[in-house]
Nanobody
Framework: QLQLVESGGGLVQPGGSLRLSCAAS????????ISWFRQAPGKEREGVSS????????IYADSVKGRFTISRDNAKNTVYLQLNSLRPEDTGVYYC??????????????????WGQGTQVTVSS
């Protein structure tokens, strides 16, 4: 059973940076794509960024392009999300998710089979 554990969230001022990590364990040979989603209070969960395990191909939501960077370290079974130039609207719980069915990056929640427990990111002065 694949397990995902996020870390790196916290409180940061507008314009600041954070680096989130998503560590996969247990059955790690199964997953093909890992993505980051976020959910703000009272809002639906939205896709932020996605990366292919094999090719390293990436996609981003328009709202984070140029500010967030997703990367992977396959040897460590870990995916990172670098968050720069943070804004108050980036506040929310950030989840990582893994797909064992799809091979291409996707921001559709229905494409994912395994989810982490989430890490809180709060952007406030």
């Amino acid at each position: 059973q694949l397990q995902l554990v996020e870390s790196g969230g916290g409180l940061v001022q507008p314009g600041g940076s954070l680096r989130l990590s998503c560590a996969a364990s247990g059955g790690t040979f199964h997953y093909n794509v890992i993505s980051w989603f976020r959910q703000a209070p009272g809002k639906e969960r939205e896709g932020v960024s996605s990366i292919s395990r094999r090719s390293g191909g990436t996609i981003y939501a328009d709202s984070v392009k140029g500010r967030f960077t997703i990367s992977r370290d396959n040897a460590k079974n870990t995916v990172y999300l670098q968050l720069n130039s943070l804004r108050p609207e980036d506040t929310g719980v950030y989840y990582c998710a893994a797909s064992v069915r799809d091979y291409y990056p996707s921001l559709r929640t229905e494409a994912y089979d395994y989810w982490g427990q989430g890490t809180q990111v709060t952007v406030s002065s």
